[in-house]
């Protein structure tokens, strides 16, 4: 038996959420997965330089938030930084610097609180 255009149209509305549902479920991994490699890039970076209390972690932030130190490390992965901007310094109150971890700008630097 053929099926009618009503119950066709129906099946695609299913067929459009599953699609959606699979994209959301694609960009929800791979933001995850980009969090969890910028965590460990910042515990490696952090083990790398024995860096073993807060000062030290945040003398190595600020040594690599100059304009050379951005242009060095963006040079590795081929971004651009011509027009991107330093990520603003972290609230000295807060346990972790960023707002949520994770979240990052349109240029996917890092936001800070």
Avoid: C
């Avoid at 330093?86 to 972790?96: F, G, N, T, V, Y």
């Amino acid at each position: 038996m053929a099926k009618t255009v009503e119950e066709m149209k129906q099946q695609r509305r299913e067929l459009d959420r599953k699609i959606r549902a699979a994209k959301r479920a694609e960009a929800k991994a791979a933001k995850e997965a980009k969090v969890s490699a910028q965590q460990r890039l910042g515990a490696w970076l952090a083990g790398f330089a024995d860096a073993d209390t807060a000062e030290d972690v945040e003398a190595i932030q600020h040594a690599l938030e100059t304009e050379q130190g951005r242009r060095a490390l963006a040079g590795l992965v081929g971004a651009d930084t011509t027009s991107a901007e330093l990520p603003r310094q972290p609230a000295e109150s807060s346990d972790s610097p960023m707002t949520n971890p994770g979240d990052t700008d349109a240029g996917g630097r890092p936001v800070w609180a």
